[in-house]
């Protein structure tokens, strides 16, 4: 029984301390990533086809791109694809999320960037950022969760519209009146 108490007061004491380890590392994470893409993004000398490689070097790293496009498809669509399907489709969406966070981002030149309070619940945290300019602010709220790589972004909310719930929903309207094979033409084509 003893030893029962010294447990469980042991993961009390421990706990807080973990969870305040866990959102410093998933907001020192994205910080050092964010800090550096816009670090790079700035420098003009630089030509801005090798920017965005080096950006997209910098950051993809701490994207869970497969479980993006799984979220995005939603469960009623992905268990259904053929293994082929769901390569191309990982494929294509994750040109597409890159090519869409390349281009918001470099919107993004002169700015400055604040980090708010992460907030944690179990394995995942938000992380609400602010990205402000000449007097306009974009509230930016990043979802991460811990993977067994480290912590992962595994959707954005922009202006609190979330990237994956406007795909899902741009997904679920192609794949109500066509097939996959409609999906996959238009994510190749940028139709979507």
Known sequence: MKRLVCVVLGLLIFNPSATADDKRAAEDLLRNKIDFAIEVLQRKETELQARNKKILEIVSPIFDFPLMAKLALGREYWPSLSEEKKKKYLTLFTERLKAAYLDKLTLYTDERVVYKMPVQDGRKIRIPTELIS?????????????????????????QGVSIISSYRSQFKEILSKGTIDDLLLKLETNET
């Open 134 to 158: 000449k007097g306009n602010t974009v509230s930016m709220l990043y979802k991460m969760y811990k993977s067994r790589k480290g912590w992962k972004i595994y959707d954005i909310e922009i």
